[in-house]
């Protein structure tokens, strides 16, 4: 990338924080968040001063992420911004390392999900950690979070307006977290984050960039579970993800 677009790129990024940060009730910059800005700041500077590339990848530490999502968390609180409250046990928030160079964004919490507040706990989570165990790594190497963070009653679909309530909550992990890849598990979250209603049929099979973010899509583990001929069509996008990442297949 030449250095103007890499200003204009990072000028976009920090109006989209600031946005997101007021969609989801920031109406004040607490000094952390102004640290950011001025980071984003120094960045345009340096590129615009030296004609250095700088990619803006691992300006906090993982305790620093760590506690920027607590603050995300309780921003959200006792969250009533849709209807799924009713019906919720817990939200589920998202779990696994801050620091991890590798997101899964799945659909929304299941039953096993709700009871006990974290994701990819019940059947389908038992796939997924087969999955990260199949890249040589562990659930504690990854983050994982959902698009909805509250159970739909009987874990019908996600609604329109459940997903735009809760899609600037994924977003701004997205950017607290700042992976190098984020793999999108299923049609929501391929459909959320790469905004496009193309099937995860038509969007798995490689790397797509969106808003500076690298996503590969691939099936959800409960459609797996269902249809495990397609396991096999899921590894090669986990095989993407692992070239993307610099990792080898466990021999
Ligand atoms: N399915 C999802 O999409 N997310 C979970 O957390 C569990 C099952």
Request: glycine share 8%; aromatic share 6%; hydrophobic share 30%.
């Given at each position: 990338m030449d250095i103007r677009s890499e200003v204009l790129e990072?000028?976009?990024?920090?109006?989209?924080y600031l946005m997101l940060l007021r969609e989801t009730g920031v109406e004040e910059i607490a000094s952390?968040?102004?640290?950011?800005?001025?980071?984003?700041?120094q960045e345009v500077r340096q590129v615009a001063e030296s004609g250095k590339q700088v990619t803006g990848q691992g300006a906090d530490t993982p305790e620093q992420k760590a506690g920027r999502l607590d603050e995300l968390r309780n921003r959200i609180g006792d969250c009533q911004r849709c209807k799924l409250w009713k019906g919720r046990k817990n939200i589920?928030?998202?779990?696994?390392?801050?620091?991890?160079?590798?997101l899964f964004v799945g659909e929304g919490p299941g039953e096993e999900e709700d009871r006990q507040g974290k994701p990819f706990?019940?059947?389908?989570?038992?796939?997924?950690?087969?999955m990260i165990g199949a890249m040589n790594l562990t659930r504690d190497d990854v983050y994982i979070a959902n698009v909805i963070k509250c159970r739909p009653p009987q874990n019908r679909n996600p609604e329109e307006d459940e997903i735009s309530a809760c899609r600037p909550f994924l977003y701004e992990q997205i950017v607290i977290i700042d992976p190098q890849v984020i793999c999108a598990l299923g049609t929501?979250?391929?459909?959320?984050?790469?905004?496009?209603?193309s099937r995860i049929s038509e969007l798995r099979g490689r790397v797509h960039e969106k808003r500076g973010?690298?996503?590969?899509?691939t099936f959800?583990?409960?459609?797996l579970l269902r249809?495990?001929?397609?396991?096999?069509?899921s590894w090669e996008d986990l095989q993407i993800v692992m070239q993307e990442l610099g990792l080898k297949e466990k021999k």
């Open positions: 990072i000028i976009s990024d920090t109006k989209e952390s968040h102004r640290t950011e800005v001025r980071n984003k700041k589920v928030f998202g779990t696994g390392n801050p620091g991890a160079r590798l706990v019940g059947k389908a989570g038992e796939l997924l950690t087969k929501f979250a391929a459909q959320t984050l790469l905004e496009t209603r973010y690298k996503i590969v899509p959800h583990p409960a459609y249809n495990p001929q397609e396991k096999r069509r």
